[in-house]
């Protein structure tokens, strides 16, 4: 069964930047939309960013927006978010999540989406 596996969360100072990787265990990702969610503490997990997979069409969460930007690279099937100018709003887990199952609209609620990791912790604090 693939699981999907975030990396490269950290302690980054405000302003400061990360990138974040999600990689497919056991396979290779068959999701047409890859996203990204986060919750922070005491909070519901929120929508961070998305991209179709094929086109790479993206979308953003607005206070994201300019800051952070997803990619992904299908020969190394690998999914990416670089974080810059982060501030401490942005400290929460991460999460990457995959929708397939012929879902090839970008929306942000979590039920959309069908397949989870584990999450990766992101503080941004001086």
């Known amino acids: 069964q693939v699981q999907l596996v975030e990396s490269g969360g950290g302690l980054v100072q405000p302003g400061g930047s990360l990138r974040l990787s999600c990689t497919a265990s056991g396979g290779t990702f068959s999701k047409n939309i890859m996203g990204w969610f986060r919750q922070a503490p005491g909070k519901e997990r929120e929508f961070v960013a998305a991209?179709?997979?094929?086109?790479?069409?993206?979308y953003y969460a607005d206070p994201v927006k300019g800051r952070f930007t997803i990619s992904r690279d299908n020969a190394a099937n690998t999914l990416s978010l670089q974080m810059n100018s982060l501030k401490p709003d942005d400290t929460a887990v991460y999460y990457c999540a995959g929708a397939g199952g012929g879902r090839y609209r970008i929306e942000t609620y979590e039920a959309y989406y069908d397949s989870w990791g584990q999450g990766t912790q992101v503080t941004v604090s001086s």
């Open positions: 991209i179709r997979w094929i086109t790479t069409t993206t």
